[in-house]
């Protein structure tokens, strides 16, 4: 026997009693329930798909005109960095964080926060730093990357040998273009 077979039969008595209920029921009484019961129906449709169907097409609406916003300021802002580094030549655009900040996060993305021992400014476009017990090598690509990213260049390098092989202490001082 199949599945609508076995709910038919189940459903059977339940569709006779109202099959009787209604038609208990007057003629007048009938189209009451009739009619109410399609506006019960239409009611329901509206509130529970055509209503949400508007305010998500008005939400929609409204995440349009935000990301239409959000396209004209990033072709100004593109606009922005285009005229920013054609300016400053073949070197990257640099943003407004200072160099002590540039320092910070260069070294900890280069795994060289551990051996960075201070920071502090060397005049308004400068900063000296300190590392100790740093891998030279690490320390040359570092500085070749701070160099090609940022323009930040060496201007005074000190370098000391340690007991250990290729690890230096080192203080060196640190310029952006002006």
Known sequence: MSLRAQIDQQLSPLKQQIALWWQARNLRERWILAVGGTLVVIVFAYIGLWEPLVKQRSALQQELIELRE??????????????????????PATDDRSLIGLVDRSTRNAGLGEQL??????????????????AFDRLITWLDNLERTSGARVSALQVEATDASGLVDVRLNLEMPQ
């Open 70 to 91: 959000t396209h004209v300021w990033m072709k100004q802002a593109a606009a922005t960095i285009r005229a920013r580094s054609s300016h400053s030549g073949n070197l």
């Open 117 to 134: 021992n201070r920071v502090q400014p060397d005049g308004d476009y400068g900063v000296q730093i300190w590392f100790e017990r740093v």
